[in-house]
C-alpha cells in the first residue's frame, strides 16, 4: 500500500533550526484539546516534567508515568510535549491503517543522518520506502527464508561451539554479548554473505560497537535540551560521527566486495542481490548506490539488535521457569528428536517455544514503541482532536500490560497467554512488538525463525542456570537488553 502522508512541515532537512530531528512536531501544534491529556504533577518552569527522570532510562520513566497517569499522557521536556499512548483502545484506534501512519520522529528521525531514507527511517512520502519495499519484500518469502535456514544453522552451531568451551571451563556465558554475535553474523551471512568473524572475537565487533554508540546517541539527543545539545553533545557528536564514518566503510567494503565478485554473490538471491540486481516489477526502476548503502546499514542493525535482545529476554525467563523450560525441551525433543538438525520445517512447528519467545516480546517487546502520526484531521478514541500531522508514541511495553487486555496479572510471564484460544478471546491490536501497517517489520518472519531455531538447539543442549543474585535491569538504547545478564550453563545429560 503506498503511504501518502507528507510531512506537515513541508521541511526536507535532516534536522530543522532548532537542531531537532525533522519529523518533529510539538503537541501544542497538532492536539487541540490537549489540557485534556493528563501530565505528571510538579512540572519545572522551562523544564518541564524532569522532576524524577533518568536521561538514561526514558522508556523506563515513561513506564511509571504510563502507570500513574493511565492510557494516554503527555510529557514535556524544554518547551516540547509528546503525547505517549499506552491503552489498547487508544493503540487499537492508532492501528487504523486509513487514519494513522508510520510517523518518523524523536529516536528514529536522530537515525536519519546515518540510515537517511533507508526503510526503517524513510518518510512515509519518499519515493524510496515503496521502491525498496517492492524489491526487498521478496527477500523475505518462505522461499527465501528456507534459502537462509542452512546459514543460520551454520551461526548456530559456531554459538554452540563457543558455548561448548564455556562450558567445560565452568565459566558463565554473557548472554546479550553472545545473542549479539550469533545474530550480526546471521543477518550478515545471510543478507550479505559476509563473515564478521564475531565468534573469532573475545570484545564485540567494531561495527558493533559503533552501532551502539550510534543508538545511544540517537536516544541521548532526545532528552538534551535542543539549544544547549551542541554545548551539551560536543564530545559525543565528535564521536557520533566517527561512529557514523565507520559504519559507512564498513558497509562499502561489503558492497565493493560484491561488486567485485561479479555483482552477484554467486547467484545466492541474497538481500545485498537484490538491492544490486534487482529493478522495480513495474517501473523498472532500481536502488542508487547512495540509497543501497542506507539498505544495508539499515537492515545490519535493524536485522540483529532486535533479534539479540529477544534471544536474550528469553533465555532469562526460561531460566527462571524451569517448567517452561522442561515444556519446551520436551517439544524439542518431539519434534525434531534427540539428535541431528532439524529442517527449515521444523522450526515453525515448535509452536510452545514461540509462545515463550511472544511472552518475551510482550514483557520486553526489544523496539519498545512506535509513533503514529494523523493522515488527516481526525479524533483518537472519540475523545481528543488531532491535526494532520499530529502523532502520538504508542508505548508498547505498557500495551502490552494493560490490564484491559492482559488481565490483573499482566506483570506475570505466562507463555500460555499465546495458547490460540487466549489469542482469539482477546481484542485485535493488543500485542505489537513488531509494529503496525505498511510500515511494520519487514523481517518478522526472519527474526521469528532464527530466534526459534537457536533457542531450540540451545535448549536441546543446555541446561540453564540463572546467577541467583542477578535482578533484571534494561538498558535502554532506543532498544532494549538485558544488562549484565549472564547464565552458567550445564551440559544436559544425554546430549550430543
Ligand atoms: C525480534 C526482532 C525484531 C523486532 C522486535 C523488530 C521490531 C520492529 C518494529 C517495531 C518496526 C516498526 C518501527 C516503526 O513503526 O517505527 C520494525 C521495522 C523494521 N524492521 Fe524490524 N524488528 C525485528 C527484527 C528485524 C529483522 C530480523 C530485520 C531484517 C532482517 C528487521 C528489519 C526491519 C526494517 C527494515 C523495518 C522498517 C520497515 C519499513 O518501514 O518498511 N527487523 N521492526
Known sequence: MAQTTRPATGNTNTTGPTGLAKGFRSAEQGWPELHRIPHPPRRVPLLGDVLGVNVRTPLQDSMRMADRLGPIFRRKAFGKEFVFVSGADLAADLADESRFAKHVGLGVANLRPVAGDGLFTAYNHEPNWQLAHDILAPGFSRDAMAGYHPLMLDVARQLTARWDEREAAGDAVDVPGDMTKLTLETIARTGFGHDFGSFERAAPHPFVTAMV?????????NVVPPLLGPLLLRGADRRNDADMAYLNRTVDEVVAARRAAG?????????????????????????????????????L??????????????????????????????????????DGEPAYEQVAKLRYLRRVLDESLRLW????????????????????????GAWALVLATMLHRDPAAWGENAAEFDPDRFAPSAVRARPAHVFKPFGTGARACIGRQFALHEATLVLGLLLRRYDLHADPGYRLRIAE???????????????RAGAA
Open 213 to 221: 554508540g550510534t543508538l545511544s546517541f540517537a536516544q541521548r539527543r
Open 263 to 299: 555483482g552477484s554473490g554467486g547467484g545466492q538471491g541474497d538481500l545485498l542481490d537484490r538491492m544490486l540486481e534487482v529493478a522495480h516489477p513495474d517501473t523498472g526502476e532500481r536502488l542508487s548506490a547512495e540509497n543501497i548503502r542506507r539498505q544495508v546499514i539499515t537492515f
Open 301 to 338: 542493525v535493524a536485522g540483529h539488535e532486535t533479534t539479540s535482545g529477544a534471544l536474550s529476554f528469553a533465555l532469562h525467563y526460561l531460566s527462571l521457569h524451569p517448567d517452561v523450560l522442561a515444556r519446551a525441551r520436551a517439544e524439542v525433543d518431539e519434534v525434531w528428536g534427540a
Open 365 to 388: 517487546p526489544t523496539a519498545p514503541g512506535f509513533a503514529r502520526e494523523a493522515r488527516e484531521d481526525t479524533t483518537l478514541g472519540g475523545v481528543h482532536p488531532m491535526r494532520r
Open 477 to 491: 538504547r532506543l532498544t532494549l537488553m538485558p544488562d549484565g545478564l549472564t547464565l552458567r550453563l550445564g551440559r
